[in-house]
Structures are given as C-alpha cells and as structure tokens.
C-alpha cells in the first residue's frame, strides 16, 4: 500500500501550476486527460480503502473542462474532485510565476462546479475551494452544487476565528 500513515483520504493535486524541471515549467495533469486518468489509477491501486479526490487547476477553455470531467466520471473508486486549484501563470511582479487563488477565483470557481456537477455522476463529491470569506460564499458552492468547500486564503489571513465567523 502506498499510505502507510493514518488518513482518511488523499488529494491528490493535478492542477498545481509550481511543478519546475531544469528551469522549465512542466506540464499540469488537469489539462492532459491521459496523464490525469494514468495518475489518478496508480494511486487507486494503492492507496487501499482511503478516499482518494483529485483538486483540478481552473480551465479557461471549456473544451478542456468537458474532456477532464468525461475523464474522472469513468475513474473507478474515485471520491471527488476539488474545483479548482490556483490558476496558473500568474505572476507576483517579480520576475517569477505564481498560481492566483482566493478571491479572484470565486466566480470562476462558481461556474466550473456547475459544470462538472453537469459531467460527474452523483458518487463523485464536488468541493469548491476559492475565495470563500462569508457564509454567503458557502451557501452559492452549495447552491451550485459543491458537497463541501475547502477554505485557504481566508485562514492564512484570519486564522483559526475564521470558523465561527463563517457558522
């Protein structure tokens, strides 16, 4: 098996836009159907009885979107997808790349669980993640059909008070 600690479940991230080699950004597996459905079926054959979700990077062309949701929906023993990761190609002003995340991905974010809760059978759990800062925000996830949300940006910023101030 290839988790030997004690978790529940695994993420495994598709859509991060920091993976470097010899100084050449390489390529995201959300945006290679093949290199994600090769990914996400060596970690199923080992990662046993855990649940196993895959976070995707934000797709801007929607042909994209269509053959990467079509992809996971026939991934026997997948859990869920996380919509979506930073968008990548970004920059902080400085002469480096960055993924862009928190609230600027909230409507994009938005669109993209409607559209792969179009795509996905219902076994399949949507979590939302971007710029979620009220409960508000969680309710239109819900809305738009995220089981869960994942909240990064808002914490760092906040801390832990950020809960209650989202019950």
């Known amino acids: 098996m290839l988790v030997s600690v004690h978790c529940d479940e695994i993420e495994v991230n598709a859509g991060c836009p920091n993976l470097w080699k010899k100084g050449k950004q390489k390529e995201i597996p959300s945006f290679n159907p093949e290199l ?12 046993g009885p855990l649940r196993v979700d895959v976070k995707l990077s934000p797709f801007s062309n929607p042909a994209d979107l269509v053959r990467a949701g079509k992809t996971l929906a026939h991934i026997k023993g997948l859990s869920g997808v996380v919509v979506c990761n ?3 190609n970004a920059s902080s002003g400085a002469s480096d790349l960055v993924g862009l995340g928190g609230a600027p991905l909230r409507f994009i974010t938005l669109g993209q669980v409607l559209q792969m809760r179009s795509l996905l059978p219902k ?23 995220a089981y869960d949300v ?4 808002f914490y760092i ?9 989202l019950q």
Do not use: M
């Open 86 to 88: 930073t968008f990548p």
């Open 157 to 165: 910023s906040h801390g832990p008070s950020v809960f209650s101030r």
């Open 123 to 145: 076994r399949i759990t949507i979590t939302a993640v971007g710029g979620v800062s009220l409960q508000s925000h969680i309710n239109e996830y819900r809305r738009a059909g």
């Open 36 to 47: 994600l459905k090769k990914i996400l079926n060596a970690v199923l054959r080992e990662s």
């Open 150 to 153: 994942q909240i990064g940006s």
